[in-house]
């Protein structure tokens, strides 16, 4: 689901000029066509690898904006129509902002009172029609499915309030499911241009800073492998999805400042196209830069890169040595593999014996805390509009409604997942998430047993949601830690040995 955003290491941050090359679609254009593509004590390792985190990561996802005819579905143009219009349209609004003017300062605030009591309806109606449309769908009603599509397409709105900003993608992925082509349009959505990839890592990075999720999974991942190997003097860390290498800064930083000196590192890393675009190139760009990073820090340190995605991945390709403490990061990745309900490879349950077989210390796992793998269509919908839901309401109250970058944000880093859970079936769904104990049946049933996390990743973890919203809330359960915004699960870490 999730890439690292390019980090560059002279600076720790993005390039201060790429922030300003963003493109972006302006919220009072919103009806334009467009194309939605488819994680002890102060001196020990663990406090300093968690406590100086800055890691850039983000999500694998992109969408764009298409002004000349969508990419999705020909006769389904108009969906993005501003809710206000729809009600209203132009003339009438003029109307009533005459109206008002007449009122005194009480009568305002009675209408206003109304306005918002209106939008919460509307809000609760849009969801409620959503789940609707679905279920028409699910028992093959396909005349109250289209009824209902049309309904929707007024409702939604890439500028509006969170459901509707989320609706307009749960809409484009019911709307592909219902023509059968949820596969071809997937197809199709990748072979969408992607933006520029200086404005993708801006988008990334600016996620990245509004949402917490993505530094608890890195900040509690490289704890636990801090805290494993604070005793090592040869470690070999395998990551299945390194993108920019960027989670790794930290954890070289904090290996350099180990009393009795740094460790011999060598990191093995696993690329995918999506980060190979982001950076312009293939690994040898984040070997280099981590590379750099080690000699300022006096670390002996060696890279090997494995370009081959993550399903076809064989012990040879790794080189394990002997003598060297085995690490293996599984962040964000792991529901990309399809298991026994997609093929009989199972690459899912595959992967996890292998790397059992190569004898790790420590392995970490974070991921969405979702389940949408096999659960049927209905149901796949229902908890797709609540997690995603969950985190458009997080993202709106960090980022600013009329920030010129939140739409780019949503459709660039999110809106490809919304579309492929809902709209795709068989081996072209890739984003298949599980529960947390569903991911621990596979740990224990391929040899792995719970490795602890160390108290003091908790504390601080805690310690960082306190420049969030207090609407995030840490969780530690059956050694595992979840994060979630208000009483919703979005990301859950552990670790395993």
Request: aromatic share 8%; hydrophobic share 35%.
């Amino acid at each position: 689901m999730y890439k690292h955003p390019r980090q560059e290491i002279e600076a720790y941050s993005l390039p201060a000029n790429s922030v300003g090359k963003r493109r972006y679609i302006p919220v009072h254009n919103s009806r334009k066509r467009y194309c939605t593509p488819e994680s002890s004590s102060p001196n020990s390792p663990a406090y300093d690898v968690i406590s100086n985190a800055t890691v850039l990561v983000s999500h694998n996802n992109s969408a764009y904006e298409d002004t000349s005819g969508s990419c999705v579905t020909d006769d389904f143009n108009d969906k993005i129509k501003e809710l206000e219009t729809v009600m209203m349209g132009p003339d009438s609004l003029d109307l009533v902002l005459d109206y008002n003017d007449s009122f005194d300062s009480t009568s305002c605030q009675e209408t206003n009172s109304w306005r918002s009591t209106l939008e919460a309806v509307s809000r609760r109606d849009l969801r409620a029609d959503l789940v609707s449309c679905a279920k028409a769908m699910s028992e093959n009603d396909l005349m109250m499915a289209r009824s209902m599509m049309e309904k929707l397409r007024l409702m939604v709105s890439v500028s509006g309030e969170p459901i509707e900003r989320l609706g307009a993608y749960l809409l484009e992925g019911l709307v592909a499911q219902l023509s059968s082509s949820g596969s071809s349009i997937y197809k199709s959505l990748n072979q969408c241009p992607e933006p520029a990839s200086t404005d993708l890592l801006s988008y990334m990075h600016i996620l990245y800073e509004v949402c917490p999720y993505f530094k608890f999974g890195y900040m509690s991942a490289n704890g636990a492998i801090a805290e494993a190997m604070k005793e090592e003097n040869r470690v070999h860390i395998i990551d299945f999805q390194i993108g920019q290498g960027s989670q790794w800064v930290t954890l070289i930083q904090a290996f350099a400042a180990r009393p009795g000196g740094p460790p011999r590192i060598r990191i093995t890393g696993i690329d995918d196209t999506t980060s190979a675009y982001a950076r312009g190139g293939g690994l040898s760009i984040v070997g280099n830069r981590l590379a750099k990073l080690a000699k300022q820090f006096n670390v002996p340190f060696e890279f090997n890169s494995v370009s081959v995605s993550v399903s076809e991945v064989k012990p040879k390709n790794l080189g394990v040595r002997p003598g060297e403490a085995l690490a293996v990061n599984f962040a964000f990745v792991l529901h990309h593999m399809p298991d026994e309900s997609v093929s009989t490879e199972n690459h899912r349950d595959r992967l996890l014996r292998m790397v059992k077989s190569l004898s790790p210390k420590v392995v970490t796992l974070v991921e969405q805390e979702s389940n949408t793998n096999t659960a049927a269509f209905f149901p796949r919908f229902k908890e797709t509009m609540d997690y995603y839901d969950a985190m458009f309401e997080s993202i709106d109250v960090t980022l600013p409604r009329n920030h010129k970058q939140r739409i780019n944000v949503e459709q660039h880093c999110l809106a490809r997942d919304v579309v492929n859970i809902i709209a795709c079936e068989g081996a072209d769904r890739v984003e298949r998430h599980e529960l947390l104990g569903k991911w621990r049946s596979r740990f224990g049933m391929a040899g792995f047993t719970p490795y602890p996390l160390s108290p003091l990743v908790n504390s601080t973890i805690r310690s960082l949601l306190r420049n969030y919203s207090d609407k995030y809330r840490l969780e530690e359960r059956d050694g595992a830690l979840y994060l979630g915004w208000m009483k919703r699960d979005l990301v859950a870490s552990c670790a395993w040995k």
